[in-house]
Nanobody
Framework: QVQVVESGGGLVQPGGSLRLSCIVS????????MAWYRQAPGKQRELVAS???????NYADSVKGRFTISRDNAKNTLYLQMNSLKPEDTAVYYC???????????WGQGTQVTVSS
């Protein structure tokens, strides 16, 4: 059973920055496609950013130019650097881990990000 644990959420003012981290207990982490999702109150969960095995990235239009997803395969860790945060970025952020070629998703418990003055 793969365990996924997020950290780094918190309260930040508009225009501020946060870095989320996600540690995955998978032997072959480097072969996982990784992604960050978020879910705001009353809304569906949405894809924020993803990073493939070859480290190619994909972003939601709403975060392009502000968020950066990255991975450190030596540390089994996924990151999300969030800059120029806006109140509409407020949500619970979830880390998703998917072994390449499968749909065997593993999810973390989520970390709350609140952007407010």
């Amino acid at each position: 059973q793969v365990q996924v644990v997020e950290s780094g959420g918190g309260l930040v003012q508009p225009g501020g920055s946060l870095r989320l981290s996600c540690i995955v207990s998978a032997t072959f982490f480097r072969f996982y496609t990784m992604a960050w999702y978020r879910q705001a109150p009353g809304k569906q969960r949405e894809l924020v950013a993803s990073i493939a095995v070859n480290k190619s990235t994909n972003y939601a239009d709403s975060v392009k130019g502000r968020f950066t997803i990255s991975r450190d395969n030596a540390k089994n860790t996924l990151y999300l650097q969030m800059n120029s945060l806006k109140p509409e970025d407020t949500a619970v952020y979830y880390c998703n881990a998917r072994p390449g070629g499968t749909r065997a998703d593993s999810w973390g418990q989520g970390t709350q990000v609140t952007v407010s003055s």
